[in-house]
């Protein structure tokens, strides 16, 4: 059994490396394409391209994913949550509040 559980372990380690390596690539090869020709910047090396993606995550969070520490529903149960404690008056106000925000961002000023 431990035997198991020490394979597993270098196999999520080497897939991480993998990824890394991977996403460092692509990061240079674009950044490579597209900043030198369209800023006048600096052409990356492979290990600029890897520091420059573990700096990002630093700043931008090891959350899961691109989208953060929560999961996809997260802003469903939200709203359930305040509509199940509303009147009826209360949901409909709500309601029509905002479908008239939605309105308002959606309009191209047809």
């Known amino acids: 059994m431990k035997n198991f559980?020490?394979?597993?372990i270098i196999k999520?380690?080497?897939i991480a490396a993998a990824a890394l390596l991977l996403?460092?690539?692509?990061?240079?090869?674009?950044?490579?394409?597209?900043?030198?020709?369209?800023?006048?910047?600096?052409?990356?090396?492979?290990?600029q391209a890897v520091g420059l993606l573990l700096l990002a995550k630093i700043i931008f969070g090891?959350?899961?994913g691109?989208?953060?520490h929560r999961?996809?529903?997260?802003w469903k149960k939200k709203i359930h949550q305040k509509m199940s404690s509303m009147t009826?008056?209360?949901?409909?106000?709500?309601?029509?509040?905002?479908?008239?925000?939605?309105?308002?961002?959606c309009d191209d000023g047809d």
């Open 5 to 8: 559980w020490i394979k597993k």
């Open 12 to 14: 999520m380690i080497f």
């Open 23 to 47: 996403f460092s690539l692509v990061v240079m090869l674009l950044w490579n394409a597209l900043v030198p020709e369209i800023f006048n910047g600096p052409v990356l090396s492979f290990g």
């Open 62 to 64: 090891f959350g899961r």
């Open 66 to 68: 691109w989208g953060g």
């Open 71 to 74: 999961h996809p529903g997260h």
């Open 88 to 105: 009826e008056e209360e949901r409909k106000a709500f309601k029509e509040k905002l479908g008239a925000k939605f309105k308002m961002h």
